[in-house]
């Protein structure tokens, strides 16, 4: 779904992790894995990947599907204790594997990372460097991605709602 | 996913909201939450676990398994244990830094205070000294690693969906995962046909044609349940077919998503093609010839030239069955060469018994290393002068040179005994012309 106005296009999708995050879209070619294709300090170095050296970090980044080795949980917990997350993880299908990463990341060191599942269209119709905001609720229940947004809506989250 | 929110029985419910204890609640948290977000109705219960979350990536998974168990956290159910980050029974092999030493043990020895079996291997379904750890058919588990996803599923026939760090665990401490994915009839149909009756049966021979196979399918069924038609194979010749399966699982599971593939005529879900075919969808068929496969061989060596510093076999780790294989390539034949590490990763269980029929004395005489407990490919085991290193594994190659910034050559178990003895790269392609 898709709306505009003063402050840019904002597109509705489904809550896979509550969260808020605002940063420039990173729009991911080919899936991704976290395990093995990103390191520490949040840098694509899959060199299968054909964005290899992209940082990760602060950006809404945008993938088709999560791929490879279910260690990335693991890492992507890491990369939110670290501060070296991505800003938002927008998805055209359900990862789990990025979505325990997000659970486990609130259990432990209550940061909200939001990941949100969009239309396969609208997914494929963002472009990278767009300044975007997410807002997702609790999971399974409604997101939204504003997109050319000077500034990114303050939303309020029920830390509860996971 | 049809619509409707999850529904908890009222025990899930009583577990959710602490009555079984903190630790159950908090695994029931990610339980619950990953259910919502998958769009799962009801969650349902599990026969056994395979937990890979103790492999050291960070203090966040160290953190959350210890206050699992400082809330006096226990595993429900059977849970056996991935690779660790170290080689408990061969120490020297590995060269940890401080943390990883430190917290790496930790982490393994948190897991195991949880109550799971220290198997420290990606490949518990194989038979050492003990039954390897083998869910009936049709039973519902929760197993992480991807290799060992794609094997419980597709070799034989339970039920797991995708589980990793943390999810293993918490279905194994809580005993539920959600009723979503592969744990569903709908989502094990073929929605792919990848047809190799035109491959010649010799290459099919080389073992190096099965994690070729792996790459293919990866990358053309990505996430998606392929059905593989005109493979050789019999799940009761001793192993051979389950080693070659094992190979192509993990590579899938690397090139792609793959979770479950059937191979018709031989993976006990598919019997024939029809009993696999989604319903609802014409399976797209693709015809395999011999030049995919060796384009899919060479996609996974990104070695130039014939240098050589080390071999790399067992991953997933090596089995009884391959033990035998190297131990007859290596009898009666030159040693490797002294600027060749060979390095040969294995499960503990699978040790024991390759010990005892001596097989790793084989091994050990021509001058090669077995590692259990760990993987060359995760932790620092090679030397850093290695740059360029053979492996019969799809997966090793698929993950080494970004874990490790080495090259790689894929070549099947003979060519790496050749290349070992040799010095040198050498390869054999007349089969695959």
Same mark, same amino acid.
């Given at each position: 779904?898709?709306?505009?106005?003063?402050?840019?296009?904002?597109?509705?999708?489904?809550?896979?992790?509550?969260?808020?995050?605002?940063?420039?879209?990173?729009?991911?070619?080919?899936?991704?894995?976290?395990?093995?294709?990103?390191?520490?300090?949040?840098?694509?170095?899959?060199?299968?990947?054909?964005?290899?050296?992209?940082?990760?970090?602060?950006?809404?980044?945008?993938?088709?599907?999560?791929?490879?080795?279910?260690?990335?949980?693991?890492?992507?917990?890491?990369?939110?204790?670290?501060?070296?997350?991505?800003?938002?993880?927008?998805?055209?299908?359900?990862?789990?594997?990025?979505?325990?990463?997000?659970?486990?990341?609130?259990?432990?060191?209550?940061?909200?990372?939001?990941?949100?599942?969009?239309?396969?269209?609208?997914?494929?119709?963002?472009?990278?460097?767009?300044?975007?905001?997410?807002?997702?609720?609790?999971?399974?229940?409604?997101?939204?991605?504003?997109?050319?947004?000077?500034?990114?809506?303050?939303?309020?989250?029920?830390?509860?709602?996971? | 996913?049809?619509?409707?929110?999850?529904?908890?029985?009222?025990?899930?419910?009583?577990?959710?909201?602490?009555?079984?204890?903190?630790?159950?609640?908090?695994?029931?948290?990610?339980?619950?939450?990953?259910?919502?977000?998958?769009?799962?109705?009801?969650?349902?219960?599990?026969?056994?676990?395979?937990?890979?979350?103790?492999?050291?990536?960070?203090?966040?998974?160290?953190?959350?398994?210890?206050?699992?168990?400082?809330?006096?956290?226990?595993?429900?159910?059977?849970?056996?244990?991935?690779?660790?980050?170290?080689?408990?029974?061969?120490?020297?092999?590995?060269?940890?830094?401080?943390?990883?030493?430190?917290?790496?043990?930790?982490?393994?020895?948190?897991?195991?205070?949880?109550?799971?079996?220290?198997?420290?291997?990606?490949?518990?379904?194989?038979?050492?000294?003990?039954?390897?750890?083998?869910?009936?058919?049709?039973?519902?588990?929760?197993?992480?690693?991807?290799?060992?996803?794609?094997?419980?599923?597709?070799?034989?026939?339970?039920?797991?969906?995708?589980?990793?760090?943390?999810?293993?665990?918490?279905?194994?401490?809580?005993?539920?995962?959600?009723?979503?994915?592969?744990?569903?009839?709908?989502?094990?149909?073929?929605?792919?046909?990848?047809?190799?009756?035109?491959?010649?049966?010799?290459?099919?021979?080389?073992?190096? $044609?099965?994690?070729?196979?792996? #790459?293919?399918?990866?990358?053309? %069924? !990505?996430? =998606? *349940?392929?059905?593989? &038609?005109?493979?050789?194979?019999?799940?009761?010749?001793?192993?051979?077919?389950?080693?070659?399966?094992?190979?192509?699982?993990?590579?899938?599971?690397?090139?792609?998503?793959?979770?479950?593939?059937?191979?018709?005529?031989?993976?006990?879900?598919?019997?024939?093609?029809?009993?696999?075919?989604?319903?609802?969808?014409?399976?797209?068929?693709?015809?395999?010839?011999?030049?995919?496969?060796?384009?899919?061989?060479?996609?996974?060596?990104?070695?130039?030239?014939?240098?050589?510093?080390?071999?790399?076999?067992g991953t997933p780790h090596f089995s009884v069955a391959e033990f035998a294989a190297l131990s007859a390539a290596l009898a009666g034949g030159q040693p490797f060469a002294d600027a060749v590490d060979v390095?040969?990763?294995?499960?503990?269980?699978?040790?024991?018994? $390759?010990?005892?029929?001596?097989? #790793?004395?084989?091994?050990?005489? %021509? !001058?090669? =290393? *077995?590692?259990?407990? &760990?993987?060359?490919?995760?932790?620092?085991?090679?030397?850093?002068?290695?740059?360029?290193?053979?492996?019969?594994?799809?997966?090793?190659?698929?993950?080494?040179?970004?874990?490790?910034?080495?090259?790689?050559?894929?070549?099947?178990?003979?060519?790496?005994?050749?290349?070992?003895?040799?010095?040198?790269?050498?390869?054999?392609?007349?089969?695959?012309?």
């Amino acid at each position: 779904m898709t709306g505009s106005g003063a402050e840019g296009r904002t597109l509705s999708g489904r809550s896979l992790h509550a969260g808020t995050g605002s940063g420039d879209l990173l729009c991911l070619a080919e899936p991704l894995s976290i395990f093995g294709g990103v390191d520490a300090a949040g840098v694509l170095v899959d060199p299968h990947h054909p964005q290899r050296g992209a940082r990760l970090s602060g950006r809404v980044v945008a993938m088709a599907s999560g791929r490879g080795s279910s260690s990335s949980s693991a890492v992507l917990a890491e990369l939110v204790r670290t501060g070296r997350a991505p800003a938002a993880i927008l998805l055209a299908e359900c990862d789990t594997i990025l979505v325990v990463g997000a659970l486990v990341a609130a259990e432990m060191y209550a940061r909200l990372l939001p990941v949100v599942e969009l239309a396969p269209a609208d997914l494929a119709s963002l472009a990278s460097d767009t300044p975007a905001a997410v807002w997702a609720g609790p999971a399974a229940g409604p997101a939204t991605l504003t997109l050319r947004a000077d500034t990114a809506e303050p939303a309020v989250v029920d830390p509860e709602a996971r | 996913m049809t619509a409707g929110p999850l529904r908890l029985r009222a025990d899930e419910q009583a577990m959710l909201d602490g009555e079984h204890g903190p630790a159950v609640a908090m695994a029931m948290r990610v339980v619950v939450g990953v259910a919502r977000a998958a769009g799962a109705q009801r969650l349902l219960p599990i026969e056994s676990a395979h937990a890979d979350g103790c492999l050291y990536h960070g203090i966040a998974g160290l953190e959350f398994t210890e206050r699992l168990v400082e809330l006096g956290g226990a595993v429900r159910v059977r849970t056996t244990l991935n690779v660790g980050s170290l080689d408990l029974l061969h120490p020297d092999l590995v060269h940890p830094d401080d943390e990883l030493a430190s917290n790496g043990r930790r982490l393994m020895d948190a897991h195991v205070a949880l109550g799971c079996e220290p198997t420290w291997s990606c490949a518990p379904y194989q038979a050492g000294r003990h039954p390897g750890h083998r869910p009936a058919a049709g039973s519902h588990v929760a197993w992480a690693e991807s290799n060992a996803i794609a094997f419980v599923n597709s070799v034989l026939g339970a039920r797991t969906d995708r589980y990793g760090d943390f999810l293993d665990i918490a279905a194994a401490v809580s005993g539920r995962v959600p009723d979503a994915g592969l744990h569903r009839d709908e989502a094990r149909a073929a929605v792919l046909v990848l047809d190799f009756s035109a491959v010649s049966r010799e290459l099919l021979e080389v073992d190096a $044609a099965w994690p070729a196979i792996g #790459v293919l399918l990866g990358e053309l %069924a !990505g996430t =998606r *349940v392929a059905a593989l &038609t005109g493979l050789p194979g019999d799940l009761a010749d001793g192993g051979r077919t389950e080693d070659r399966l094992k190979a192509l699982g993990a590579t899938a599971a690397s090139a792609g998503g793959v979770a479950l593939y059937h191979v018709v005529g031989v993976t006990p879900e598919a019997p024939t093609l029809a009993a696999v075919l989604s319903s609802d969808a014409r399976a797209h068929v693709v015809r395999m010839h011999g030049a995919d496969l060796r384009a899919a061989r060479d996609s996974l060596s990104t070695a130039s030239g014939d240098r050589l510093d080390a071999v790399s076999l067992g991953t997933p780790h090596f089995s009884v069955a391959e033990f035998a294989a190297l131990s007859a390539a290596l009898a009666g034949g030159q040693p490797f060469a002294d600027a060749v590490d060979v390095y040969v990763s294995t499960g503990r269980d699978v040790l024991a018994e $390759a010990r005892r029929l001596g097989y #790793v004395e084989a091994v050990v005489a %021509a !001058g090669g =290393r *077995v590692l259990t407990d &760990t993987c060359t490919y995760v932790t620092p085991v090679l030397h850093p002068r290695v740059r360029t290193v053979m492996t019969n594994s799809g997966k090793w190659a698929w993950y080494a040179p970004a874990n490790l910034g080495v090259d790689t050559v894929l070549g099947s178990l003979a060519e790496c005994v050749a290349s070992a003895r040799a010095g040198r790269v050498v390869r054999d392609d007349r089969l695959w012309r």
